[in-house]
């Protein structure tokens, strides 16, 4: 019988552990896509409690407490810190088998040094041993990013962000480079004349133009667009519900665009054929800078309407959505590939449905110019745990080229979730491990070492010429 957590979690085979302890280990992590606040990095920040840095804003955790009978007053609520964490404890034991168990005993391993499961038993001295922790030097923001061996973040960051804590960063010579994102969900969402017009509004005044028209919109993107390239960035992101790809014209965009900026709500097919067209225009962006585009699609966002008026967006009401997306994906993307303007471009899919889908679409694209120009992106959110990993690793084996798969991410705002990547590695070498058990693969440790860094680190590296 094995340990729990011992040296070999998770690797089931002689030569998974093999691949994992002398080839995937000890690369370093690129973490191409977080949600990390560039202000912490920049501060150099040192979080007062492992509350802080730990529960805070982790809709995984809120979602776990809700389901075990937890008050909300103890997840986004107005409960003391410590009264939170316990109330945190009090939960893990009951997410065995979720995820949240294994990356909470790995986090509390790999930063803490701590090997006591989390309970209410031990609960108070793991909370203070923490947050004495926490308040010395060497668990500030930077020193943990180190102490994980990071070598380069993309953080994801709105189209007027200023970048000052990017500009921060980069001047202080921090040595792990922490490039923006741009992410530009707030232009798309027209839904909301209001809100709308005030982002629009905002947009203008830092581009220092009237945005009275689409024409005008788009050079205020291009403005920033080109901002953000000179501040380093390489990458852009979408959250998007489902791909949009209706036939539009020019002109049908100008009006639905001045009904909008005239407070007047959109129909629903007019929404659709908006965001075809700034899609679009972005998708010609990305190309013209030789960025990589990213789709996450697929989430279906806000369900709980008592809590989302009570706690806001993004705090655990969202779900896998089931929206129809082959025709609409396949149509986007031919669309930039006959005006010759396709970019990288990685797209993230949240339903296991859309497995295969992802998988073969991504194979209709590939144009011979770039390995793995148009990636089926690794397992997000509700499939970033063992079987979703797993899932994705398979259908991109039998559909395309495991081999030039770019690798695992974070996705996360904490600044503990770093051992995700550790746990991605120890399924990738565990899955080849097996593979390699049955005779399925050859027991050619150089050759098959060599993929699973590549697929670690190097293609990643080599992908986005960080």
């Known amino acids: 019988m094995k340990e729990f957590l011992d040296k070999n979690f998770l690797l089931q085979s002689a030569t998974a552990e093999k691949l994992y302890h002398e080839y995937a280990k000890n690369l370093p992590i690129i973490d191409y896509h977080c949600h990390l606040q560039p202000g912490d990095i920049a501060a150099d920040r040192n979080f007062e409690t492992i509350t802080q840095i730990w529960l805070n804003g982790d809709h995984y955790k809120w979602r776990a407490m809700r389901a075990n009978g937890i008050s909300e007053d103890y997840c986004t609520g107005e409960r003391n810190d410590e009264e939170k964490f316990l109330k945190w404890a009090e939960t893990v034991p009951y997410t065995m088998r979720n995820p949240l168990y294994h990356w909470t005993h790995l986090e509390l391993r790999r930063y803490f040094n701590i090997d006591k499961l989390l309970n209410p038993d031990s ?18 923001t930077q020193n943990l990013l180190r102490k994980m061996n990071v070598e380069i973040i993309c953080t994801t960051d709105d189209p007027i962000d200023n970048l000052e804590h990017h500009k921060k960063t980069s001047a202080n010579n921090f040595e792990i480079k922490v490039l923006p994102t741009f992410r530009p969900d707030k232009v798309l969402a027209i839904e909301n004349p209001v809100t709308y017009n005030q982002y629009l509004n905002k947009l203008g005044e830092l581009t220092k133009l009237d945005i009275i028209s689409f024409t005008e919109l788009l050079d205020a993107l291009k403005k920033r667009h080109d901002f953000f390239a000179a501040m380093g960035c390489k990458l852009s992101d979408h959250g998007i519900d489902t791909f949009y790809a209706e036939n539009f014209t020019a002109d049908e965009i100008s009006k639905i665009f001045q009904k909008v900026r005239n407070g007047k709500t959109p129909g629903p097919y007019e929404t659709r054929k908006y965001k075809s067209a700034l899609l679009l225009e972005l998708g010609i962006m990305n190309y013209e800078k030789g960025w990589t585009q990213q789709f996450h699609y697929g989430a279906l966002r806000n369900n709980n309407s008592l809590m989302l008026n009570k706690t806001g967006p993004d705090t655990g009401f969202d779900s896998i ?14 669309r930039l590939a006959e005006k010759g303007k396709l970019t990288k471009t990685i797209i993230y899919n949240l339903n296991p449905k859309d497995n295969e889908l992802v998988a073969s679409m991504t194979g209709n694209f590939q144009d011979g110019t770039i390995p ?21 690793l398979i259908s991109l084996s039998n559909m395309g ?10 996705d996360s705002r ?53």
């Not at 959505?321 to 031919?334: C, I, K, Q, T, W």
């Not at 080229?401 to 974070?410: K, P, V």
């Not at 190097?458 to 992908?463: G, I, L, P, S, V």
């Open 401 to 410: 080229l495991l081999s030039r798969f770019i690798g695992m991410l974070t």
């Open 414 to 466: 904490s600044f503990l979730s770093y051992p995700r990547h550790e746990y991605f590695r120890r399924v990738l070498c565990n899955l080849i491990g097996e593979d390699v058990e049955k005779g399925e693969l050859p027991q050619d440790l150089k050759l098959l070492g060599k993929m699973i860094q590549d697929i670690s680190y190097f293609n990643a590296k080599n992908y986005f010429n960080f």
């Open 372 to 392: 793995g120009k148009i990636q089926f992106g690794s397992g997000w959110w509700f499939l970033d745990q063992r079987n979703g990993i797993e899932q994705q």
């Open 321 to 334: 959505g089931d929206e129809p997306v082959a025709r609409s994906m396949s149509l986007f993307l031919n």
């Open 123 to 140: 609960a108070k001295v793991i909370y203070e041993t923490c947050n004495t922790l926490l308040n010395t030097d060497g668990f500030s």
